[in-house]
């Protein structure tokens, strides 16, 4: 049932989120947990469990929880390349094809994205900025629920845009075969990435966070997971860098009366699918069209797959919020900051100004959100949990980083050595300073 509510309530109940070490977590995985460790743990604790053995032991840890945690059979976890080319060829035409317009959409994309050096010379020499891309990442695909060959595309295009050498993928297998969802594995032979692992969890974390025996450690980690991922990516952040933290995933739409009600409930329910806590969300000052797409949501739900994910995402993360104007509703739009936000109104482009706080904007009702999931261009991998009030959608910038330049000239560092050490004695760092005098 997507339930109706006024703002106040809203703001109390629906907008409220939790960090991702008090997510909700079932008693069957509490159980698991148990059954796994042969204690009581939650599941931060266990995640540290998984790490630091990874860490210490290496590819004889990995496989042990592997086999545990995936019923993985094999003793190997790397996916033959020719295997990622047969996956390739084994696929129908029409995915293929689905496939090679998505990444060559995502690339024109962010071809455009500005991302270049740059030096300023001047009368005391050079100064300046090197972009250099990362060496070596490694992209998490999550694979539990479904298959996602297009988190493939929108990770691994952006960063071969951005330079980057040597990018790995994690993707669990499919549990008690070994076997990873060969659409997958197309998508990374498409875009030419063949260092692919079928490893998931926490687990797959450790190894590309400390590397083992066979598996060479990355730089960076990037990628949606589940809690026990997210966990494990904040625990390993600092050795490596991270994108962020995925909390579930969210959609928001405003819109008004001009709004058509079946494409607004099958929007929603497009997003709330994705697992149990989900979260869908429309807010619009129209209570007629907000009764007409409660209707329709409880109509089109039964005849959907995942029916029993639907309805208990909608039940206790979703709903509508029925404002005063859509001015209300953009400003609770920038206080949740939703990770994808539609404004399904008569004129988008004049809401899309007040727009301070979302990790993507789709405008009007033929952007609607899942074709950013797939084919659009921007990557799908965005910020959740209302970090879009600080963060980005995965983009270039995030495979590079940033080399300070600095070139000056014997008349600059004389004058200027003067003023360092004045500082640098003012601070109490006499060696400091006295380096500084050796210039003057």
């Excluded at 960063?159 to 197309?186: N, S, W, Y």
């Excluded at 607004?264 to 497009?270: P, S, T």
Aim: charged letters at 20%; a negative charge.
């Amino acid at each position: 049932m997507l339930n109706i509510f006024d703002p106040q309530t809203a703001r109390e109940r629906l907008l409220k989120r939790l960090p991702p070490d008090e997510f909700p977590v079932s008693q069957r995985v509490l159980d698991s947990i148990k059954t796994f460790f042969g204690e009581t743990l939650t599941p931060e604790q266990a995640v540290s469990r998984i790490l630091k053995d990874v860490r210490s032991r290496g590819d004889a840890a990995l496989q042990e929880w592997a086999q545990t945690l995936d019923d993985y059979p094999e003793k190997t976890f790397r996916v033959p390349p020719e295997k990622l080319q047969a996956s390739l060829a084994s696929i129908p035409d029409e995915q293929r094809q689905a496939l090679e317009l998505s990444a060559e959409r995502i690339r024109r994309f962010y071809k455009r994205q500005p991302l270049h050096s740059w030096l300023m010379q001047e009368g005391d020499g050079s100064l300046g900025q090197l972009i250099r891309p990362i060496q070596r990442v490694g992209l998490y695909i999550p694979g539990g629920t479904a298959p996602l060959p297009s988190s493939v595309l929108m990770s691994a295009v952006p960063a071969q845009v951005a330079g980057v050498r040597e990018i790995v993928i994690a993707v669990p297998p499919v549990r008690g075969t070994g076997e990873v969802a060969g659409v997958t594995l197309a998508a990374a032979a498409l875009v030419g990435v063949d260092e692919v692992y079928a490893i998931g969890g926490a687990q797959a974390i450790a190894a590309l966070a400390y590397g083992t025996e066979t598996i060479k450690p990355v730089h960076k980690i990037l990628g949606p997971g589940n809690l026990f991922v997210t966990l494990a990516k904040r625990q390993v952040f600092g050795v490596v860098g991270i994108d962020g933290l995925a909390g579930p995933t969210e959609t928001m739409v405003i819109a008004d009366k001009s709004a058509n009600p079946g494409w607004v409930a099958a929007d929603l329910l497009a997003q709330a699918e994705h697992d149990v806590l989900a979260s869908a969300i429309l807010l619009t000052p129209s209570e007629k069209l907000a009764r007409e797409v409660q209707a329709e949501v409880a109509r089109r739900i039964e005849d959907l797959p995942r029916a029993e994910i639907l309805a208990q995402s909608l039940e206790n993360n979703s709903g509508v919020i029925l404002t005063r104007d859509l001015e209300e509703a953009v400003q609770l739009a920038n206080e949740y900051a939703a990770e994808h936000l539609c404004l399904t109104v008569a004129d988008p482009w004049a809401l899309t100004e007040k727009i301070n706080a979302a990790g993507g904007v789709f405008l009007g009702d033929y952007s609607c959100e899942v074709l950013g999931d797939y084919v659009a261009g921007p990557s799908h991998i965005m910020p959740t949990s209302g970090t879009a009030r600080f963060a980005s959608p995965v983009n270039v910038w995030d495979f590079v980083h940033i080399v300070s330049l600095v070139a000056l000239n014997k008349e600059a560092s004389t004058e200027l050595s003067r003023q360092a050490a004045i500082i640098a004695r003012a601070e109490g760092l006499e060696a400091h300073a006295q380096a500084a005098d050796e210039r003057t």
